[in-house]
């Protein structure tokens, strides 16, 4: 915007300066041609996509353009409209005084400024006379004096103030990108406090007290089926490859002995119960299977005994 002013600028300058009558035509087309540049990037700074509605269909379109200026920020919608201010930067000081014809226009809002300039172009651009106006010409002092100073400085502050913008959006988002990591870490906490901790404490309880019931086992037990038993991996009775298994109460095998297991404690391993109690269930049928076994030889032994004392 600055460079499209400032262009605009010189061009008056070297209309006003002809002196020979057959160069105003040539100049005037050149000066039609940066104005319309200047009033392009002017509403459409302000109006964003919807510049061409107030400029004409000829606008030119910016593409990546959406949204104007005019109200993205207070600061910007201070600059552009607001009144009794001085847009002069420090190196074009000091600010036209009250007795300058100039005053009330460069004091108030670089629209209006900006408004009175494109007037003023224009007005040197579709002059029809053949007579140079020269560099005292009232549109060419304003231009000069106004355009140059007031109005450029004024577009250098907007776009100080649009850079502003963009670093306080940036600012925002890398405050929203810390509070959101900070987040993840309180839930991450509050997973291991809440959730996991109380987990693994239960499963360190739970092999506290399937280690203490497996120290209590016979050793003529078979632990390795007993376990598989009690996590359920053992097959249905009568598939191939584990002929030891009853389909009623199933069986622990104990060497060579088979141990059979009731099937009221084969539907209590089976239940929805807790981990230890399915321990319990499957230690006290085991038990109660490897005592009948040991009991069956000696019961037999004695019967034979008595059928060869009375023979």
């Not at 959006?169 to 509050?190: D, M, T």
């Not at 239940?271 to 499957?282: E, F, H, L, Q, V």
Request: proline content about 4%; overall charge neutral; some cysteine.
């Amino acid at each position: 915007m600055s460079a499209r002013t400032y262009r605009t600028v010189f061009y008056s300058q070297e209309l006003a300066a002809v002196e020979d009558p057959g160069l105003l035509s040539e100049r005037r087309s050149a000066l039609r041609a940066v104005l319309k540049l200047v009033v392009d990037a002017w509403y459409t700074l302000q109006l964003g996509q919807n510049a061409y509605r107030a400029a004409g269909p000829e606008t030119e379109r910016f593409p990546l353009v959406k949204d104007g200026l005019a109200y993205a920020s207070p600061e910007l919608s201070d600059i552009i409209y607001g009144t009794g201010k001085c847009h002069r930067t420090k190196e074009n000081l000091p600010c036209l005084q009250p007795g300058s014809r100039f005053y009330q226009v460069a004091h108030t809002g670089l629209d209006s400024i900006m408004q009175q300039f494109i007037m003023s172009v224009s007005a040197m651009a579709n002059n029809k006379s053949m007579t140079p106006e020269g560099l005292q010409d009232d549109h060419f002092q304003f231009v000069y004096n106004i355009g140059s100073k007031d109005l450029l400085d004024g577009t250098i502050q907007i776009e100080e103030a649009h850079y502003q913008t963009i670093i306080d959006l940036f600012h925002r988002i890398l405050v929203l990108h810390v509070v959101l990591f900070l987040v993840l870490w309180i839930v991450f906490a509050g997973f291991l406090i809440l959730l996991l901790n109380p987990l693994l404490r239960r499963i360190s309880k739970e092999r506290r007290r399937i280690a203490e019931l497996m120290s209590q086992l016979p050793l003529e037990l078979d632990v390795e089926r007993l376990v598989a038993r009690a996590l359920g991996t053992l097959m249905v009775a009568g598939a191939p490859g584990l002929p030891g298994v009853l389909g009623g109460g199933g069986t622990l095998s104990a060497g060579q002995q088979t141990i059979e297991i009731p099937g009221e404690a084969a539907d209590d391993i089976s239940g929805k119960g807790d981990a230890t109690s399915k321990w319990k269930a499957i230690i006290r049928s085991a038990s109660s299977g490897l005592n009948l076994s040991k009991s069956r030889p000696s019961f037999t032994s004695g019967a034979s005994g008595s059928v060869k004392k009375g023979g």
